[in-house]
């Protein structure tokens, strides 16, 4: 168990909806990143918050947003959803902004756009 | 931009003898090269890393070389067991200005080990 907490672990939606994931850092963990993980395209960076806010990005599309709470838990906003959103989302957490590198998953939230 | 190229695909071996994956990274300024195992319906996990201060890291049946001069780095398994079959996935950090830590991965390679 990595200590990063993810829900849901499966979500099935329709096009053109909007969907919310919600990751929970390991405890002292500052950082958070959001990965998506498709068959075709393997593990890529979205966006990365750091003690509430946003620290970097990477290809993450506009109808896409995230934020970090008070508590450092993040969340991963989908909106106006397509066929081609179906994927993996991870998210990581760390200790700092990356200094000492390592980064733990969560188990991701398996998402499927019908 | 920021490349990560894995290589194999692909690898099946037998029970006992030793795996090799190797990547190659774009970035000169990449110092941060983990590896992550990833089994079915699992998060990627953090096996072994190394920072590009360090030539080679070992950690029981399992290795890391860096070649800073070439930009690759290897993942090296011995002594292949079959619970070693999963999915690897090499990476590279590159601080930059803002020193975010976000990783750029390579496209994994599936390991089967064959009892």
């Known amino acids: 168990d990595s200590g990063v907490t993810q829900t849901p672990k499966h979500l099935i939606t329709a096009t053109g909806q909007r969907v919310t994931l919600r990751c929970s850092p390991r405890?002292?963990?500052?950082?958070v990143y959001w990965y998506q993980q498709s068959l075709d395209q393997g593990l890529q960076f979205l966006i990365q918050?750091?003690?509430?806010?946003?620290?970097a990005k990477g290809n993450i599309l506009e109808r896409f947003s995230a934020q970090q709470f008070p508590d450092l838990h993040s969340e991963l906003n989908l909106s106006s959803l397509e066929l081609g959103d179906s994927a993996l989302y991870f998210c990581?957490?760390?200790?700092?902004?990356?200094?000492?590198?390592?980064?733990?998953f969560g188990q991701g939230t398996r998402l499927t756009v019908v | 931009g920021e490349n990560v190229e894995q290589h194999p695909s692909t690898l099946s071996v037998q029970e006992g003898d030793s795996a090799v994956i190797k990547c190659t990274y774009s970035?000169?300024?990449?110092?941060?090269f983990p590896w992550y195992k990833q089994e079915l319906g699992k998060g990627p996990q953090l096996i072994i890393d190394?920072?590009?201060?360090?030539g080679e890291k070992k950690d029981q049946r399992i290795a890391v070389t860096l070649n800073k001069t070439a930009k690759h780095f290897s993942l090296h398994i011995t002594e292949t067991q079959p619970e070693d079959s999963a999915v690897y996935f090499c990476?590279?950090?590159?601080?930059?200005?803002?020193?975010?830590?976000?990783?750029?991965f390579g496209q994994g390679t599936t390991l089967q080990v064959k009892p």
């Open positions: 990476a590279a950090s590159t601080p930059g200005s803002s020193n975010t830590g976000k990783l750029i």
């Open positions: 918050y750091y003690n509430g806010e946003e620290r």
């Open positions: 970035d000169s300024a990449s110092n941060y």
């Open positions: 190394i920072r590009s201060n360090v």
């Open positions: 405890s002292g963990d500052l950082s």
């Open positions: 990581a957490s760390s200790e700092l902004t990356g200094r000492y590198g390592e980064a733990f």
